[in-house]
């Protein structure tokens, strides 16, 4: 079974900057699109970016030019860079096998970790 392990969250000021990284158990992010997803307090948990094996990415409008995926397949892990954050941007923050059109997943979840932007 796959285990995802989410990092790098924590509190940051509004305009701050955070970068989450995500690793899996095993070598099977070059092959899988990957994405991460957050969830806020009392919300419907919502894919954020995506990237696909090919390296394509796909992002939600709402941080469209603020936050960057990218992927280490030699690490096996796949980061999130978070710029200019906003209060609206706190939230849990999860890492997933992404099935590219569809809303689902191929592996559990993890822990997540969770994000705090201050105003």
């Known amino acids: 079974q796959v285990q995802l392990v989410e990092s790098g969250g924590g509190l940051v000021q509004a305009g701050g900057s955070l970068r989450l990284s995500c690793t899996a158990s095993g070598s099977i992010f070059s092959t899988n699109d990957v994405a991460w997803y957050r969830q806020a307090p009392g919300k419907q948990r919502q894919l954020v970016a995506g990237?696909?094996?090919?390296?394509?990415?796909n992002y939600a409008d709402s941080v469209k030019g603020r936050f960057t995926i990218s992927r280490d397949n030699a690490k096996n892990t796949v980061h999130l860079q978070m710029n200019s954050l906003k209060p609206e941007d706190t939230a849990v923050y999860f890492c997933n096998l992404w099935l590219y059109g569809t809303t689902l997943v191929l592996a559990s979840w993890g822990q997540g970790t969770q994000v705090t932007v201050s105003s």
């Open positions: 990237i696909r094996s090919d390296g394509t990415t």
